[in-house]
């Protein structure tokens, strides 16, 4: 038994699943590591996060967020132990009816799900925020950049730098003009792998909440953008267009603003998704994730079309790589 295993069962002792019976779960693209405990007597169930402080991880974030939401009213995990110290928390288990599966085996319930998950933001963007870090310009723009840094530098051994530089200087000028204004809570991840289907509660209930820990102070268009660009499953272009009509008629935004920073942020964040995921194949040997690199890619260039991101289109069409078999080999494989 691991010294890892040892802390987490010190804090399981303390609760009803002492003596478990553990079985892993799926991750996801950072250091922690979660197991499903099932108790042997009552068949009841939980889980249980593994998040290494020596890795960088920390549960506290997770604990005040989940906190928060289910003190809004939002279906997140609730917290059965924790210790903060090595990094470890038992959590609620929601179960494994993820949106991306429920939709892959019932695909007539499409407009059923991404209608709960769009009035779960438009309530969680007219709740109280929390005090946190900023999702502002600076940093998006330095995470955008990862494309230019880990992206076409993995793949062709440099990256232009002067190209880089000049979208910096334009990037941030765009993101400063187009999504300003209201600041509300984003999830920053808040797609299809990571919304559980609870068909069993009620209202706003129904949506399970996963992967919050990394939450900041956003524009309200991030969330549900992240939501419809998504790079693990192929959102209809219908259902993209209802769900932002629906969030702006139930929040009374601006549309054409509303629309224009949907575009910015989706270019914002598919920029990043290409730098992350390049840097977890080649820094972090987790190649599977490369797979998602085209999706990215085609979310980014249609984004590219609005006029807000003329200033860096043509820049950032030249600079990059397109992600051709080829190039996607050379990621796997550097």
Known sequence: MTNRAILAEALIAQTPWNGAHHAPLAGDASNRRYERLTNPATGRTAVLMDAPPDKGEAVEPFVRMSEYLRSIGLSAPEIYAE???????????????LFARVLRDDPTLERTLYDAATDVLVHLHAAPTLSLDSYDPALMTELAALSFTKYAQGIQGSHDEE???RFELRFADILHRETGGTRVVVQRDYHAE??????????????????????MLGHPAYDLMSLLQDVRRTVPVGIEMR???RYITATGADGHDFRTAYAVLGAQRNL????????????YEKPHYVELI???????MRDLEH????????????????????????????
């Open 83 to 97: 210790d903060s110290e090595y990094g470890f928390l038992l959590l609620e288990d929601l179960g494994d009816a």
């Open 163 to 165: 190209a880089r530089a």
């Open 194 to 215: 990571n919304l559980i289907w609870l068909p069993e509660r009620d209202g706003l209930g129904r949506v399970g909440l996963l992967d919050f820990q990394s939450a």
């Open 243 to 245: 769900m932002i009509d």
């Open 272 to 283: 990043r998704i290409l730098g992350g995921f390049a840097r977890l194949a080649t820094d």
């Open 294 to 300: 085209p999706a990215a890619w085609a979310h980014l």
């Open 307 to 334: 006029p807000a991101l003329v200033p860096v289109a043509d820049l950032l069409r030249s600079a990059l790589p397109a992600p051709s078999p080829e190039n996607l080999a050379k990621l796997r494989t550097r």
